[in-house]
């Protein structure tokens, strides 16, 4: 079975722009989580996606978005770019996701550099 | 609030010896507990969780972490360690009640195995 895949590996960007990042998860699994991670802050989750809806969400500015669609796959956008959103961004996927002790899979992650 | 420690920042061990991080958490109740690592430029694997039942729980690559309820601890263990066990090692928990059960991450440990 195909692991959680992410694109595109590696951006930058400048400053004020935007960016979109995209999610696959693991055939089957429905919740799509997106973290944030940074070597001082560690991981911070930023929002869980449940068959199509937002089902949580973390303390970041709502400059971070995110949605899923019917096959799962999920897409975050960061607007209006900060040189602090440099970071990698990791996307997890399970099957139901928060409601039980099921495990999360991680993607390679999309390491993002604003300029 | 729920949080979790890791209060290493660093561990060092030569090859073949036994290695600990250490995981220490604060959830109100029983908690589900995970290890991942990550290598570097990856995402994070998972290693091994606790849900239930024997406190020794054994994952992959050789690893196993013990859940002691009296000391709200989950320390991972490796009885030799090998030098490509050297990575980043994450430690999370999540609360089996509530309403809002994300996945709670410590900071992480960087484990240096020397040859």
């Known amino acids: 079975k195909a692991g959680v895949t992410q694109t595109p590996r590696y951006l930058i960007k400048t400053r004020g722009q935007q960016v979109t990042l995209s999610c696959s998860p693991i055939?089957?699994?429905?919740?799509v989580s997106w973290y944030q991670q940074t070597p001082g802050q560690g991981l911070q989750f930023l929002f869980e996606y449940f068959s199509e809806t937002q089902r949580n969400k973390g303390n970041f500015p709502g400059r971070f978005s995110g949605r899923q669609f019917s096959n799962s796959r999920s897409e975050m956008n960061v607007s209006t770019l900060e040189l602090g959103d440099s970071a990698l961004y990791l996307c997890?996927?399970?099957?139901?996701?928060?409601?039980?002790?099921?495990?999360?899979?991680f993607g390679p992650g999309t390491r993002l550099l604003v300029l | 609030a729920q949080s979790v420690a890791q209060p290493e920042d660093q561990v060092n061990v030569a090859e073949g010896n036994p290695l600990t991080v250490k995981c220490t958490y604060s959830?109100?109740?029983?908690?589900?507990l995970f290890w991942y690592v990550q290598y570097p430029n990856r995402g994070l694997q998972f290693l091994l969780k606790?849900?239930?039942?024997d406190n020794l729980v054994k994952g992959s690559y050789g690893f196993e972490a013990e859940f002691n309820k009296s000391q709200t601890s989950f320390h991972l263990k490796k009885p030799s360690a090998l030098v490509s066990d050297s990575a980043l090692y994450f430690c999370a928990v999540r609360d089996r009640a509530g309403n809002n059960r994300k996945l709670i991450w410590g900071l992480g440990t960087s484990l240096a195995v020397n040859p």
């Open positions: 055939s089957g699994h429905r919740s």
């Open positions: 959830v109100s109740g029983n908690p589900y």
């Open positions: 997890a996927s399970s099957l139901v996701g928060q409601a039980t002790g099921e495990t999360q899979y």
């Open positions: 606790y849900i239930t039942g």
